[in-house]
């Protein structure tokens, strides 16, 4: 399998000669890659093309500013790749202006509350417990802190955040600005009802498409970016670019946007990691990624049947993306508990509060599973069975080492059955 694995990440001699200490550990992180199957929902696995852009050149530059308007010498070719990055998000997304300098999806949040906010603004946003992001007003987040956010939530029986309740509260409390988007919500939004309760209370609204920005760009789900004055997202997820975000929004909030990315938050951009970018657009635009978001869905569906099938309780019942909640209190586990159980065999999950969760988020209800690092390696509906059944065997056994690491040796012999990357 070595072999296959070599393919995708070229040998790295030139690091193996000169630091042999940073080579080993890249080596066993490679190896656990390979290894193992990963549900972490946020990650991915980038093609070698990107991986490739992102070990170039580029990295040497100053580039402060955006294209055209910098504020050092020698940036001809810096202006060229930026601009491809721009024009092929834009195409990708429909977008009236972008930009791609954000370092990661928790600045680039930063940068738009800081444009159009100031300190002490209402914003409605999903509540934490139900599925919102840290910079959707954690309280020892920085968006928690600078602002009042007000979280809206998902419904006790159904799972569902419940619309209603948004335009109540949306009505009570008058926000500046209604912010949709999730890191733990399998379910899709209704943009257009955002959109239409933002109108009626004079809101801006922003969409935080950072999971499901792939979904969108291979059109398996909606598209909030025509509807919404500004759309953030990461490029390192399901859009399975290197690590980094980008800011869409309408062109009236275009030089606040910009002025707030630089110098407002950020000084020189990354550009070798622009680089990478503009070759994932590239990537995302194409015919087959289409079928690779679709396999995502696909296998998310698969996955939460199988474990449905086994007695596993999934929040709101079914998915309409690439990830699921699963609550362990019917198998009497809690997430903390099967995170490192789980991790011991072999299989990567994330510990997540659940809606309504008596636990602390140190040790959680619920874990969180998503699908597109497996389809990236390849992996279809009919190995999710395989994959509820690994989940289920290490949960039954969960005190049992011996058990664990019989349960490590099948993983890892299924595991490096695939390539690392496949293209579909
Ligand atoms: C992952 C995520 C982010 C933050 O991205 P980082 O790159 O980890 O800073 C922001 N918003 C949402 C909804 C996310 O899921």
Same mark, same amino acid.
């Given at each position: ?8 990440? *070229? ?6 000669? #000169?630091?042999?200490? !940073? ?8 190896? $656990? ?55 092929? @998000? ?12 954000p370092h990661s999806g928790n600045p680039a949040n930063m ?24 910079s959707?007003?954690?309280?020892? #987040? ?10 809206? %939530? ?17 009505? &009570?409390? $008058? ?8 890191? !733990? ?5 209704? +943009? ?5 309760? !933002?109108?009626? =209370? ?8 950072a ?5 969108? !760009?291979? %059109?398996?789900?909606? #598209? ?8 953030t997202?990461t490029t390192h %997820?399901?859009?399975?670019?290197p690590r980094g975000a980008?800011?869409?929004? &309408? ?15 950020q000084?020189? *951009?990354h550009?070798?990691t ?57 198998? #009497?586990?809690?997430? /903390? ?12 999950? /994330? ?25 990236? $390696? ?15 065997? =290490? ?19 299924? @595991? ?6 496949? +293209?579909?």
């Amino acid at each position: 399998m070595k072999e296959r694995f070599a393919e995708i990440y *070229p040998p790295k001699d030139i690091l193996r000669k #000169n630091d042999s200490e !940073a080579f080993r550990i890249l080596e066993l992180e490679e190896r $656990r890659q390979r290894e193992g199957i990963e549900l972490i929902a946020s990650e991915n696995y980038v093609s070698p093309t990107v991986l490739e852009a992102m070990s170039t050149a580029f990295t040497n530059k100053y580039a402060e500013g955006v294209p055209g308007k910098r504020y050092y010498g020698g940036n001809q070719f810096i202006d060229e790749i930026e601009q491809l990055a721009i024009d092929r @998000a834009k195409k990708l997304f429909g977008a009236e202006h972008i930009n791609v300098q954000p370092h990661s999806g928790n600045p680039a949040n930063m940068c738009v509350y800081f444009a159009l906010l100031e300190p002490g603004d209402t914003v409605l946003g999903l509540s934490l417990d139900h599925g919102g992001h840290l910079s959707h007003g954690l309280p020892i #987040n920085f968006s928690g802190k600078w602002y009042k956010f007000i979280g809206y %939530k998902t419904g006790k029986e159904d799972g569902f955040i419940d619309m209603n309740e948004v335009r109540k509260l949306a009505r &009570k409390t $008058r926000p500046k600005m209604i912010l949709a988007g999730f890191s !733990a919500y399998s379910r899709n939004m209704d +943009w257009k009802q955002f959109k239409e309760i !933002a109108d009626e =209370v004079g809101a801006i609204t922003m969409a935080d498409i950072a999971h499901i920005a792939g979904l969108i !760009a291979g %059109k398996q789900i909606e #598209n909030p970016v025509p509807i919404f004055d500004v759309v953030t997202t990461t490029t390192h %997820k399901t859009l399975r670019g290197p690590r980094g975000a980008i800011i869409m929004c &309408k062109e009236k909030y275009a030089k606040s946007i910009d002025r707030a990315v630089f110098p407002g938050i950020q000084g020189g *951009p990354h550009e070798h990691t622009i680089a990478a970018k503009a070759v994932a657009f590239k990537e995302a635009s194409a015919e087959e990624f289409q079928s690779y978001t679709k396999k995502i869905i696909q296998n998310a569906q698969a996955l939460a049947k199988a474990l449905v099938e086994r007695g596993f309780r999934i929040v709101s019942g079914d998915t309409d993306n690439h990830l699921m909640l699963v609550d362990l209190m019917p198998k #009497n586990l809690t997430g /903390n508990v099967a995170e490192k159980a789980l991790e011991k065999a072999g299989i990567y999950v /994330n510990k997540n509060l659940i809606p309504y969760d008596p636990q602390k988020p140190m040790v959680t209800s619920g874990i969180r599973l998503g699908t597109p690092a497996i389809t990236t $390696r390849g992996m279809n509906t009919s190995d999710m069975e395989q994959i509820a059944n690994f989940i289920d065997r =290490v949960l039954q056994n969960i005190s049992d080492d011996a058990k664990i690491k019989e349960i490590a040796k099948d993983v890892k012999e299924f @595991a490096t059955s695939f390539p690392i990357f496949t +293209w579909s």
